[in-house]
């Protein structure tokens, strides 16, 4: 697990330092949102999403085996059925705030002990459902290509937040909340 979640990082790491330069152009409505490319640089390109799939990745450090693997599939539906409503659907006035929201409260939720984080890990993941949403109604082009590297790019970042919730959880619970949410709320602010 060491050397995946390792590789995962340094893959995740690879596609951030990539994409830095276009961190200004997530949901702006300017830029193409179709293809696999489009869709494994715009989680990493979004600062809101970024934010979120790491520290839910975090969220599942230190949790038992069937945690991560249940918080990682509740995850991965919620992403899937949030992106499928955006193309369906269209956009939604709550969406933005319910993104912003979601990495507030993963962040919060990293001063909870590793017994309870697998808990609430999985029932809050319902929210990444908005972020999965926000690229459905951006999404242009091919369904498919876009879909897959999305879901590709999300699940890297997640697992690149498994070694930061580790090193998150040496830090005592109250301060751990407290720095975690005021670094989501400042990334949050200068992705806009």
């Not at 970024?50 to 450090?61: D, E, I, K, N, P």
């Not at 939720?109 to 929210?127: D, E, N």
């Amino acid at each position: 697990m060491k050397h995946l979640t390792r590789k995962a990082s340094t893959a995740a790491l690879t596609l951030a330092t990539v994409a830095v330069p276009a961190t200004a152009l997530a949901h702006t409505g300017d830029h193409v949102h179709g293809g696999l490319m489009a869709g494994l640089t715009h989680p990493v390109t979004g600062l809101d999403h970024l934010v979120a799939l790491v520290l839910f990745g975090a969220l599942l450090a230190g949790t038992t085996l069937k945690e991560k693997q249940l918080g990682f599939v509740a995850a991965g539906i919620s992403l899937a059925a949030g992106f499928a409503g955006g193309v369906a659907l269209g956009g939604h006035v709550a969406m933005e705030a319910v993104i912003t929201g979601s990495a507030l409260l993963f962040a919060a939720a990293l001063a909870f002990p590793a017994s309870v984080r697998g808990k609430a890990a999985c029932a809050i993941a319902l929210l990444l459902g908005a972020h999965g949403w926000a690229h459905g109604v951006e999404m242009t082009g091919s369904l498919v290509g876009f879909g897959a590297g999305f879901m590709a790019s999300s699940v890297l970042l997640m697992l690149a937040g498994l070694p930061l919730g580790q090193q998150i959880q040496k830090i005592a619970p109250a301060l751990r909340a407290i720095l975690a949410a005021g670094a989501a709320l400042g990334l949050m602010l200068l992705a806009g």
